[in-house]
């Protein structure tokens, strides 16, 4: 049998070779380096061919694809999302995704995303807080003690410089597992076993917490002035954790209005509600932070640039290591109008 | 190292694997086996999600998602089209599929497409030529002696009973390739040397060429009565084979109007010129072919269904074969709140 040719050979990150990715390159440079990758996509935003996901709905979940190009690169993440999983033992989330060469449409690398995934929605949390936290904010209350909550926490201590984290979970399981994790990270660690003392003290209050249902992490009275709210959670439909009234105090950053609008927490205020786009704040085309008093929101839904960002950043990092393996997964003829013949001849 | 459970791996089908399981099964026991599962789940059309693919155009080609599910299971295809490729010693088109459980958004098979597709696309062809081509079809001119040429003539054979084929390419080399191919398959071979010459006799006229312009492949003196006309090759916007005043003549049957209507032959004619959508034949909702003096055209574009159905098959064969190899693709952690704590212990 004929050995498949390079380019039918597409490289493969598994979960076990991305997660001594991660070792290897160590989980807070790997963080600070994927927050660079996202923010310098940002800041090139208007290069990006943007389209809301490709949703397919069930009464379990939903699974959706997320395509990009920049003209020179495509990428798209498949994910799927199943709030009811985790009741079997499953994930909630998981997640691969694929780049390819725009010029000849062949893919160039394939990868899990379940972990990368978790990678870059705490590294675009985290630039995004460097950008629009308070200055010399040194501590996060952690609402929500999921799978979410340690990258949350590293990632915002390695990008965003933030020394404490005040854990609560409405589960105090989750909570000690979090601080357990962190143990060792120097973070200091407090757990709190309400959500009001979680906040205490805090510059930066992220929540991400996993019911479906309308809920309200953050009520009106709990936050104060000259805070950076992170909120990660209401991020679909029917799925939203800060107060209208906090975020009618508060001046919004978005990732991609049309997406944020459906699935933010923005989608209990008016469709028209002003929102300030993160890539204008870091280009340098719209105001982020203008007072030590504002409460900033950053209404985070993630969004195809930022996976689009991580791949080409994990593409990057694995050339010349064995964190990958080549997967035979185009057919490529020596005579691309020979496809029968290539079959032929793979009968012996 | 903890290896990963059973609901992290995926089965994986490369193309060696699929050439293997091809010749396990037999071309022509899996063409009609193709052919069966693409008629069953045409019949219950009504059942899926049906969206016209998402593609990404650039100057060089497209890159495509084509999503459907039939709300238990879920399935995409990526697949690229560069037709100057060809030239770079490329395919100008690749591809793989993905099949998931809607239920849990897990992904349960994924599988190289370009050899796949190659058979999926004539064992459509063939399964609606059995069910509109003239009684006692027995020749087919194959128009266009690509990569496609010889799974059309062997679907043909083996689905919908021809015995000749006449061949013809703009690319004589092309056309003793295809004549290379199939000897030995129990086909009457003829090369010809003009379009003209290729359908004289046949009562099936497949037309698969590759050329992205407005090109007429069939003029409207070539075509007499009586025959059935199966386009394979005007596919995208800007791409066509057959002369508008055939289409005229002719009964037009589709896959999913919406997206031949861009993609398709009739992208030449008035967008509310009648069209039968094929699955309301194959259901007995709409008459096939009436008379034997009609000229019935299948103007094929490819829909999302029937690599559904490819996938559906796939799956269903390879269960006990040694055709597949699992794919470490999801992280899954024991505890699924706590995927930091799986990253961490995998380091040692």
């Known amino acids: 049998m004929q050995e498949p040719s390079d380019k039918a050979l597409v490289p493969f990150v598994s979960v076990d070779h991305m997660m001594q990715l991660i070792h290897h390159i160590g989980v807070a440079n790997m963080l600070r380096g994927l927050a660079d990758y996202i923010e310098a996509d940002f800041k090139r935003w208007e290069r990006f061919d943007k389209t809301p996901r490709v949703a397919s709905h069930s009464a379990e979940g939903v699974i959706e694809l997320m395509p990009t190009s920049d003209g020179e690169t495509y990428g798209f993440k498949y994910v799927n999302g199943h709030p009811k999983n985790t009741a079997d033992g499953l994930q909630t989330v998981t997640a691969f995704g694929l780049l390819a060469d725009v010029e000849t449409g062949y893919p160039v690398l394939l990868t899990e995303m379940t972990m990368l995934t978790a990678l870059r929605t ?7 807080a460097r950008a629009l936290a308070p200055k010399g904010a040194a501590t996060m209350a952690m609402i929500g003690n999921g799978a979410q909550s340690e990258f949350q926490s590293l990632a915002m201590q390695s990008i965003a410089g933030i020394t404490h984290v005040r854990l609560y979970d ?3 399981a989750a909570t000690a597992k979090c601080a357990a994790n962190l143990a060792g990270t120097g973070l200091a660690v407090t757990r709190c076993t309400t ?6 003290g805090a510059q930066i209050l992220t929540t991400c917490t996993a019911d479906k249902a309308l809920a309200t992490i953050l009520t009106d009275n709990m936050v104060g002035s000259g805070v950076h709210i992170n909120a990660i959670g209401g991020d679909c439909p029917g799925k939203t954790e800060t107060a209208p009234e906090i975020l009618k105090r508060g001046d919004i950053f978005v990732e991609y209005p049309p997406q944020t609008r459906i699935e933010g927490d923005i989608q209990q205020l008016a469709d028209d509600h002003p929102v300030t786009e993160v890539w204008q704040v870091l280009a340098g085309q719209a105001p982020g932070r ?4 504002q409460i900033t929101i950053f209404d985070s839904v993630g969004f195809a640039i930022e996976d689009f960002s991580a791949l080409r950043y994990v593409r990057d990092r694995i050339t010349g290591t064995p964190f990958f393996h080549p997967l035979d997964l185009l057919a490529d003829p020596d005579d691309p109008r020979d496809l029968f013949g290539m079959l032929t001849r793979a009968n012996g």
Chains 1, 2 share one sequence.
């Open 290 to 293: 203008t007072s030590d008093k």
């Open 195 to 200: 959500a009001e003392e979680a906040i205490v």
């Open 122 to 128: 705490a590294a675009t949390s985290a630039m995004v």
């Open 170 to 172: 409405t589960d105090p």
